[in-house]
């Protein structure tokens, strides 16, 4: 054990340095803050990801072992080849650094991000935050529609993350995600997380009227059934649709993303007030407006005449002459938010800005929004907005990194509530700079 640990040491010396310093091949975490170690953050729940910070320093050359390049054998286990002029004691030490560079590397394949075609920006983002390329896998349809999907890599034994919202066509990347997850579990992936940005049929969460169906049980019932272990879904319509599924959802919200783009607007809080569009959102504007300075908050009472047609009947609170936030999860037909910015502007607002989280813009929406009630219109990438949907009001915020804070969280399992906890906070640049002095004594 003495000569080993000496091979070891001298094989240790050897090795090549870096700009960032030398890599840590222990299987244990290297000193707390030390720059000098990529592993120094793994599993320390800081905001901007643990690997990914290493990916955001620059890339780290891999050591080399001292001997030659490690063969493969017909099974596909490493061996040890035969070195000439090498005592036996230099060969050990070598395999066992080999070994546990190996190890480190089927670590690092054990996570897998797939994206359909909802929405392949979004995804690209996703894996450039996380330092990642996104898996490879063919996905196209027959001539009658169907659809035909395989996965150009193995996934077996990994943690498997796919993601596709189920926006506009809902029905065809619907479909599509059912079929990439079994095409996943039927692969042996380990663990398939259902990562939807956007989860259709959320509106259908109760009956309203008799003989209804309630579609949102179903599709958690499809999504279930096909495979999935793990749903990962944002700003839901709402919140007892996480009931629906029968197994673990985590709820990721797009309100720091906002917030962060709202706070960088400099509007004063004395002239602020946040504006729920219906009664259904007060709970959620609540919480918007008390991160917002702990704005006051105002109410439209709407009555609804039919799906996607609502008329509005009286404002609650308080916006003459102040700057109006109105917030819901998602704009579709942008009917409520319409009449609603009609109201507050009758009602002597300064100014309208409009924000939600899903941009589903639905005919005639974009004619609505780009009609001069709205200073500007604040969305979010969970769904693609075309080319020709875009108007000079409109302002578009990627929810990439944390989406992709959120997958290194589950992959690790770590505390996702972390995550909006200190987006909310601080930012991520800040964060960094605490850890690295030590100020920052809960990142870890």
Same mark, same amino acid.
């Given at each position: 054990?003495?000569?080993?640990?000496?091979?070891?040491?001298?094989?240790?010396?050897?090795?090549?340095?870096?700009?960032?310093?030398?890599?840590?091949?222990?299987?244990?975490?290297?000193?707390?803050?030390?720059?000098?170690?990529?592993?120094?953050?793994?599993?320390?729940?800081?905001?901007?990801?643990?690997?990914?910070?290493?990916?955001?320093?620059?890339?780290?050359?891999?050591?080399?072992?001292?001997?030659?390049?490690?063969?493969?054998?017909?099974?596909?286990?490493?061996?040890?080849?035969?070195?000439?002029? #090498?005592?036996?004691?230099?060969?050990?030490?070598?395999?066992?650094?080999?070994?546990?560079?190996?190890?480190?590397?089927?670590?690092?394949?054990?996570?897998?991000?797939?994206?359909?075609?909802?929405?392949?920006?979004?995804?690209?983002?996703?894996?450039?935050?996380?330092?990642?390329?996104?898996?490879?896998?063919?996905?196209?349809?027959?001539?009658?529609?169907?659809?035909?999907?395989?996965?150009?890599?193995?996934?077996?034994?990994?943690?498997?993350?796919?993601?596709?919202?189920?926006?506009?066509?809902?029905?065809?990347?619907?479909?599509?995600?059912?079929?990439?997850?079994?095409?996943?579990?039927?692969?042996?992936?380990?663990?398939?997380?259902?990562?939807?940005?956007?989860?259709?049929?959320?509106?259908?969460?109760?009956?309203? #009227?008799?003989?209804?169906?309630?579609?949102?049980?179903?599709?958690?019932?499809?999504?279930?059934?096909?495979?999935?272990?793990?749903?990962?879904?944002?700003?839901?319509?709402?919140?007892?649709?996480?009931?629906?599924?029968?197994?673990?959802?985590?709820?990721?919200?797009?309100?720091?993303?906002?917030?962060?783009?709202?706070?960088?607007?400099?509007?004063?809080?004395?002239?602020?007030?946040?504006?729920?569009?219906?009664?259904?959102?007060?709970?959620?504007?609540?919480?918007?407006?008390?991160?917002?300075?702990?704005?006051?908050?105002?109410?439209?009472?709407?009555?609804?005449?039919?799906?996607?047609?609502?008329?509005?009947?009286?404002?609650?609170?308080?916006?003459?002459?102040?700057?109006?936030?109105?917030?819901?999860?998602?704009?579709?037909?942008?009917?409520?938010?319409?009449?609603?910015?009609?109201?507050?502007?009758?009602?002597?607002?300064?100014?309208?800005?409009?924000?939600?989280?899903?941009?589903?813009?639905?005919?005639?929406?974009?004619?609505?929004?780009?009609?001069?009630?709205?200073?500007?219109?604040?969305?979010?990438?969970?769904?693609?907005?075309?080319?020709?949907?875009?108007?000079?009001?409109?302002?578009?915020?990627?929810?990439?990194?944390?989406?992709?804070?959120?997958?290194?969280?589950?992959?690790?399992?770590?505390?996702?509530?972390?995550?909006?906890?200190?987006?909310?906070?601080?930012?991520?640049?800040?964060?960094?700079?605490?850890?690295?002095?030590?100020?920052?004594?809960?990142?870890?």
């Amino acid at each position: 054990m003495l000569l080993l640990a000496v091979a070891m040491a001298s094989t240790i010396a050897s090795l090549p340095r870096t700009g960032h310093g030398l890599q840590c091949l222990s299987p244990h975490p290297c000193r707390r803050g030390s720059l000098a170690s990529p592993q120094a953050t793994r599993g320390s729940g800081l905001f901007l990801g643990d690997r990914n910070w290493r990916q955001r320093r620059g890339p780290l050359a891999r050591p080399k072992c001292a001997l030659a390049d490690s063969s493969v054998s017909w099974n596909g286990r490493p061996v040890v080849p035969v070195v000439p002029n #090498q005592n036996w004691n230099s060969v050990a030490g070598s395999k066992v650094l080999r070994d546990t560079v190996l190890h480190d590397i089927r670590l690092e394949n054990r996570l897998k991000i797939f994206s359909g075609t909802a929405n392949k920006a979004l995804s690209q983002e996703i894996a450039y935050y996380m330092g990642l390329d996104l898996g490879k896998i063919t996905i196209k349809r027959f001539a009658d529609g169907e659809i035909y999907v395989q996965l150009q890599e193995s996934v077996r034994g990994c943690d498997v993350f796919l993601v596709q919202p189920t926006c506009p066509p809902a029905n065809e990347n619907l479909m599509e995600l059912l079929i990439m997850i079994d095409a996943c579990r039927r692969a042996s992936a380990k663990n398939i997380t259902a990562v939807i940005p956007y989860f259709g049929y959320a509106r259908a969460d109760r009956k309203t #009227q008799g003989r209804e169906s309630i579609a949102a049980k179903l599709v958690a019932n499809l999504i279930t059934e096909a495979g999935a272990n793990r749903v990962l879904a944002c700003d839901l319509h709402s919140g007892q649709s996480m009931g629906y599924f029968d197994i673990s959802v985590d709820h990721v919200y797009g309100q720091p993303v906002i917030l962060d783009y709202l706070a960088s607007k400099m509007i004063s809080s004395n002239d602020l007030v946040v504006v729920s569009p219906d009664v259904g959102g007060v709970a959620r504007a609540r919480a918007f407006a008390k991160k917002l300075s702990d704005a006051p908050l105002a109410i439209v009472d709407k009555r609804r005449q039919g799906h996607n047609v609502s008329e509005v009947m009286n404002l609650i609170g308080d916006v003459k002459g102040k700057v109006a936030v109105m917030l819901d999860d998602m704009i579709d037909t942008a009917g409520t938010i319409f009449n609603g910015a009609a109201l507050l502007h009758a009602e002597g607002a300064r100014e309208v800005y409009a924000c939600c989280t899903h941009a589903v813009f639905s005919p005639p929406a974009i004619e609505r929004l780009a009609g001069g009630l709205f200073h500007e219109v604040i969305t979010t990438n969970t769904i693609p907005v075309t080319e020709k949907n875009y108007f000079p009001q409109l302002t578009v915020l990627s929810v990439a990194n944390l989406l992709g804070e959120t997958i290194w969280r589950v992959h690790e399992e770590g505390a996702v509530s972390r995550v909006f906890t200190y987006s909310l906070s601080f930012s991520s640049v800040e964060i960094l700079r605490m850890y690295i002095v030590g100020e920052c004594v809960n990142c870890m």
